[in-house]
């Protein structure tokens, strides 16, 4: 499975855009790339998954380039409640049952008002 | 996607003894995954449970700390056995889901549990 690096944390405020970017410089040609996110006392919850360019959904945006040995997760106008740990994930959706998950040490992303 | 009901979602436990985490999907599921996570850190695979068959577990964790059980495709169970404060962690459990055509995992809301 392709190692991932991202920053330990992050600071922004309210109504700030936020970007975290990974690093998955051994991403293999099936692989996908998966951002979780987890609040305190709750399990990791599914944020956006993506392979190539660009993938948008209600919750944010997610940005690879073409080499895809890294992506950005983009979190736009970010409020209190967009407080958590964001980790990003690299696998073979088809894995995808058949593998746990890897995870890596997360990003702390603390939101002021 | 899959709904996973975890319980307990916490207890306090006095070391020496043994606590049961019971996890039940609403959905069939081939494989179930028990993670751990000791505070302010990341997730850490314990062990992977397969109905019918014995679960695997990863370096650093074995079966007579952490028995499981996955008597059908629905449920599992993690016990915790003769506990310690260092056993003191979040437990979860996770199956993989698909939504939309989009691969991925859910977790139930974790046990927190603590050994005095």
């Known amino acids: 499975l392709a190692k991932t690096t991202q920053p330990i944390s992050m600071d922004s405020y309210e109504g700030q855009e936020v970007n975290i970017t990974c690093s998955h410089n051994?991403?293999?040609?099936?692989?996908?790339i998966t951002w979780y996110q987890q609040f305190p006392s709750q399990g990791p919850r599914f944020i956006i998954q993506g392979y190539k360019t660009k993938v948008t959904n209600e919750v944010a945006s997610l940005f690879i380039p073409a080499d895809r040995k890294s992506s950005t997760l983009s979190l736009p106008r970010v409020s209190l409640s967009d407080t958590a740990v964001y980790y990003c994930?690299?696998?073979?959706?088809?894995?995808?049952?058949?593998?746990?998950?890897?995870f890596g040490s997360g990003t702390r992303l603390q939101v002021q008002p | 996607s899959a709904v996973i009901s975890q319980k307990p979602s916490r207890d306090i436990c006095q070391r020496g003894t043994s606590l049961t985490i019971q996890c039940q999907v609403d959905s069939q599921v081939t494989m179930m995954f028990w993670y751990r996570q000791q505070p302010g850190q990341s997730l850490t695979l314990i062990a992977t449970a397969n109905q019918g068959s014995e679960a695997t577990y990863e370096s650093g964790f074995v079966i007579d700390k952490f028995p499981i059980s996955r008597p059908n495709l629905t449920f599992s169970t993690l016990t915790v056995s003769n506990m310690s404060p260092e056993d003191s962690s979040i437990y979860l459990c996770s199956v993989a889901a698909v939504r939309q055509g989009i691969y991925g995992y859910t977790f139930g809301s974790g046990t927190r549990l603590t050994v005095v």
């Open positions: 994930l690299v696998g073979d959706p088809m894995d995808t049952g058949r593998r746990a998950l890897t």
């Open positions: 051994n991403i293999a040609t099936n692989d996908y």
